[in-house]
C-alpha cells in the first residue's frame, strides 16, 4: 500500500465527511474509521519547537498515535499534511456568551468555530444560557466551541449593576446560583456548593471582596474541585490578596496595577488604575509578579479589548504601553499566561474571532514568543479551565482538537488565521 496519498484522497475524505452530518446540520457522532493526518509539521501547545513530518492517527476522538511520517500506521482515510502546520485546536479563556436571542450567540459560535476555536471559557454571564450553549453543543445540536463556564462571587453592593440583574432573572440579584452575593457571615460552604452545581467548572471572584472573603471562597472552592479565577483586584482585596489566597488566575492585566496603590472599593474605576506613578517594574509590581510565578497563578492578560475597545484617553495612553511591560514580565519570570479576548467575536468587522487578535498583539505588544502566545491560547487556556487532561494540547490521549494552517505560525504569529482545517474532537468541522 502506498504510504503517501495524493490531495484527491484528502478531498474525498471530506467529501465523506459532510456526508456524514445528519439531517439538519446536526454533527454525527465521532467517526468510528480511524484519520491519519499524514506528514505535517506538528506544534503541540507546549512550547516545544515544531516536529517537523509527523504523522497523527486520529482514532474515536482521540490522539492515538504520533510518529515520524510514514513510520506511523496506516488509515482508512488520510489528510495529506504536506506543507501544513497542526497546532491545537484555539481556546478563548474569557468570553461572555451574553443572553442575546439565541440564533445571534449559535451564529456567533459556529463563526468561532470555524475560526480555529474549539473551546471557550465563559467568565460569568446567566449559567442557563451558557449551560444551554455548552449542552447544544455536546448534542450536537449546535456546531460551536465547547463551552465550559463559572459561577461568579461579589459583594452585595455589586449587585445593584445592571449586568448582574440581566444575568440574573427570576432571582433577586445576588441570589441566583451562578451569581452570588457573598459577606461575612455567608456560609460560604454552601454557596460553593450551590454554584457548582449550575456545571461550572470555576468560580469567579469579582468586586466588592475584602481579601478575608477571597480567601475563604478561594480555599472553599479548592476544596470542592473548582477552579478560582479573579478580577485581578476585587476592590477592596488587592492582588496580592488574591495570590495569597491561591487564586488560579488572574484577569486582566491593567488591573494588577492596583497592588501599587491604596486599596479602594470603586470597582467602577477599575481600568483607571495609577499607571503614571506605579512603574511596571516598580518593586510592588514585580514582587507580584514573582509571587505569582511562585504560587502558579497565572494572568489572562486580554490585551486586545483594553488596546481597541475602551476610549482612547489620557488614561488608555498610559495602560496599554502599562499592561504589555507587566505582561512581557510576567512572561519572563515564568507566570503562565491565559489568552481570553473578553468578547470572542464581532463578525461585523472580522470573520475571524478575536482569539487570533490577542495572540498577535501577545507577540506584538507584550513581546511573547509565537510559540509562547500560541502556548497561551491551547495548553494554559486549557489548564486555567480546568480541562487540560483532555485538551489543550497535541499529545496521545487528547482530544482531537486542532487546526491545521497553511503557513508557520512560530515564524509568523498572524499565520493562525490561515486556516485550512479545524478538527473538534476528531471531527472534521472545516471545510464542511
Ligand atoms: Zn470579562
Do not use: C
Not at 478563548?92 to 471557550?120: F, N
Not at 460560604?188 to 454554584?195: K, L, S
Amino acid at each position: 500500500m502506498r504510504m503517501i496519498r495524493t490531495r484527491v484522497v484528502f478531498i474525498l475524505t471530506l467529501a465523506a465527511a459532510s456526508a456524514a452530518r445528519g439531517q439538519g446540520g446536526a454533527p454525527a457522532a465521532p467517526r468510528a474509521v480511524p484519520i491519519l493526518v499524514r506528514d505535517v509539521t506538528l506544534i503541540d501547545g507546549t512550547g516545544a519547537p515544531p516536529r517537523a513530518h509527523m504523522d497523527m492517527l486520529i482514532d474515536r476522538g482521540r490522539i492515538a498515535a504520533i510518529a515520524p511520517a510514514a513510520a506511523g500506521p496506516a488509515a482508512d482515510s488520510v489528510i495529506d499534511g504536506r506543507g501544513l502546520y497542526a497546532i491545537p485546536g484555539l481556546i478563548d479563556a474569557h468570553v461572555h456568551l451574553g443572553t442575546d436571542p439565541w440564533a445571534q450567540r449559535a451564529a456567533d459560535l459556529e463563526r468561532a468555530l470555524q475560526g480555529g476555536v474549539t473551546s471557550v471559557f465563559d467568565l460569568a454571564g446567566d449559567a442557563r444560557a451558557t449551560g444551554d450553549l455548552q449542552r447544544a453543543v455536546l448534542a450536537g445540536q449546535l456546531a460551536g466551541p465547547h463551552v465550559y463556564y463559572v459561577a461568579l462571587f461579589g459583594g452585595p453592593r455589586f449587585f445593584t449593576d445592571p449586568r448582574t440583574v440581566d444575568a440574573s432573572r427570576g432571582f433577586a440579584p445576588g441570589a441566583a446560583p451562578w451569581m452570588q452575593a457573598v459577606t461575612d457571615t455567608t456560609d460560604v460552604r454552601q454557596a460553593i456548593a450551590v454554584a457548582r452545581g449550575t456545571g461550572a467548572t470555576g468560580i469567579k471572584l469579582y468586586a466588592a471582596l475584602d481579601s478575608l472573603e477571597d480567601a475563604r471562597l478561594t480555599a472553599e472552592a479548592h476544596r470542592q474541585g473548582l477552579r478560582v479565577i479573579a478580577h485581578a483586584t476585587t476592590f477592596p482585596g488587592r492582588p496580592g490578596d488574591l495570590v495569597a489566597a491561591g487564586a488560579d488566575m488572574l484577569a486582566h492585566a491593567p488591573y494588577l496595577v492596583w497592588q501599587g496603590s491604596p486599596r479602594s472599593d470603586d470597582y467602577q474605576g477599575r481600568a483607571r488604575g495609577d499607571f503614571a506613578h506605579v512603574a511596571a517594574d516598580s518593586p510592588a509590581i514585580t514582587g507580584l509578579l514573582r509571587a505569582m510565578a511562585a504560587r502558579g497563578v497565572a494572568l489572562n492578560p486580554t490585551l486586545w479589548i483594553f488596546a481597541n475597545e475602551l476610549p482612547r484617553d489620557s488614561v488608555s495612553r498610559l495602560r496599554t504601553p502599562w499592561m504589555y511591560a507587566v505582561t512581557r514580565e510576567a512572561q519572563r519570570l515564568g507566570v503562565r499566561i491565559v489568552a481570553g479576548t473578553d468578547e470572542m467575536i464581532a463578525p461585523e468587522r472580522d470573520s475571524l474571532p478575536i482569539l487570533h487578535d490577542e495572540l498577535e498583539v501577545l507577540v506584538r505588544g507584550a513581546g511573547l514568543t509565537p510559540l509562547q502566545a500560541i502556548t497561551a491560547g491551547t495548553a494554559n487556556a486549557a489548564w486555567a479551565i480546568g480541562v487540560d487532561s483532555l485538551r489543550g494540547t497535541l499529545a496521545v490521549g487528547k482530544a482531537a482538537d486542532l487546526v491545521l494552517l497553511g503557513g508557520d505560525p512560530a515564524a509568523d504569529i498572524r499565520n493562525t488565521r490561515a486556516i485550512r482545517l479545524v478538527m473538534q474532537d476528531g471531527r472534521v468541522v472545516r471545510p464542511r
